[in-house]
């Protein structure tokens, strides 16, 4: 039996229903040449399209094979998902006495159904959309009889979404999955920094933000974290009464000893630990990089070279020390001197409060995005086309502002999530309006950062 073809055309991305539909009914067959279709073959890994580039798996990988491993072959020495709570609207909110209304009426309505199937008074749950959401993990530890009870140490603010902080409660009762989060972050007072990139299987191009805070899983798309340090529990007898929090853990470097010797080899004896971070922080922004292996991207989590000059690596060092003080310290950022807030040069006066409440920001026109309504008082206008160039995790960081700084009431749970409750917690009313300038200038700094990156022939 003749073994059967496989053809294929890429037509583009972008198109319309209409104009894809237009394509196939011109081409009428296959055989057509105007088609130019080309025959598939499948690689050695079975990719039949967007096949990877086979230089990728020579590169050094990010993550290692077996996490907290000190003799891996890898930069970093362990990993992990962001947060997945499964019940993000009950675990999240703008507001810190919102969330905590929500914790307790979700950990009583939990309580309940635990005293009614211990009686025996009911065989599962009731499904309660206002009071709960019964995951499988409720499941389970409802079977186990186990009872909640709040934590007030496990309130913490998180990183929900690019330049998006939010109020968190990170118990494991109300969390779905934590993953290894609580050993990068066991404390309050504990630091950390943390590189969050895609996770596999994300139909987005490849991206990249830093945290100093617990981040969501989908800060970036099914997001993996590669932090700078791990943290171990002390056991208790190691410990004095006079230790603080930060000594009750032993902290351990996660870049690993094999990436910071392989570095000093090609770089030099002062090349340390934070170094090899940064480099990673900053040849990740690559546009090069990114292209040549964005099908291995989409596919696996990076690798990535020690590049061959010491002068690109310092370079691409140096930068991902500016992209991270960026990133991390988006909210101090001075707004750009172009931009106009009501038709006039901005200056950081103190609008009245009555003004400051936002709903919904929008574009003034759908093609028009040098001008942001911010609401019925305040338009930010002449922003610079090159801020929108700056794209995390799908969209331009502008448009996550302006997408989640809003007042939004979950349809099943009835629970309000108020933006401006943020502002107002933190007694910084016009906290929304400087954020949003703030990132702006973020934008296009970070776009002048990664566009002076060292150019690398990766083929």
Known sequence: MK???????????YLSREEKLKIVSEGRSILNPALNMSQLKPNEHGDWINKRNLKFDKFIPLAPDKKFDNKTLSYFS?????LSSNRDIWVYNFSDKELRKNIKKTISHYNEQLMLFVSGKINEP????TKGNWTRDWKKQLRRKSKFKENQNEYKVALYRPFIRQKLYFDEDLNE???????LFPENDISNLLISVSGTGSNKEFSIIITDILPDIQLQTNGQCFPLYWYEKKDKDQNSLFEQAEDEYIRHDAISDFILERAKTLYGNKVNKKDIFYYVYGLLHSPDYRKTFANDLKKMLPRLPLVEKPADFWAFCEAGKKLADLHLNYEEQEPLKEIHVNGKPYSRKPYPASQLTVNKMTFHSKNAKDTIIFNSHITISNIPAKAYEYIVNGKSAIEWVMERYAVTTHKESGIKNDSNDWANEHNHPQYILDLLLSVITVSVETVDIVAEL?????E
């Open 177 to 183: 999955e934590r993953y290894q989060l609580p050993r």
């Open 126 to 129: 009731l499904y309660d959309s």
């Open 454 to 458: 060292p150019k690398v022939e990766w």
């Open 78 to 82: 362990t990993y992990a998902f962001g």
């Open 3 to 13: 073994k059967a073809a496989i053809f294929y055309k890429d037509i583009g991305d």
